[in-house]
């Protein structure tokens, strides 16, 4: 069984690992399969909120995004989300 910051740190390789026709970046990753990677029986709410600090925190800087419900977790970089477009005020009102 896998501690937060172990999950994390295969995540994080998971990014740099060629698969997909990509040398790195973006994926999903079932909460099935996730729960495989972390060696444990069962996966936690509160273990995935651990895993995913983890995740955001220094080194890595990669946000979890929930899919689905929360069947798969999209992990993306923190610096690609800020880059999306924002809102514009007019649209809020």
Known sequence: MKTADAVAADLHGL??????????????????????????????????????LALSQKPYFLKAIPIAGDAYFGIVEEMKILAWRSVPAKLLK
């Open 15 to 52: 990014f740099h690992t060629t698969f997909g026709g990509k040398s790195k970046g973006r994926f999903k990753i079932s909460r099935e399969d996730l729960r495989l990677l972390s060696g444990r029986t069962k996966l936690r709410d509160e273990f995935l909120v651990d895993v995913f």
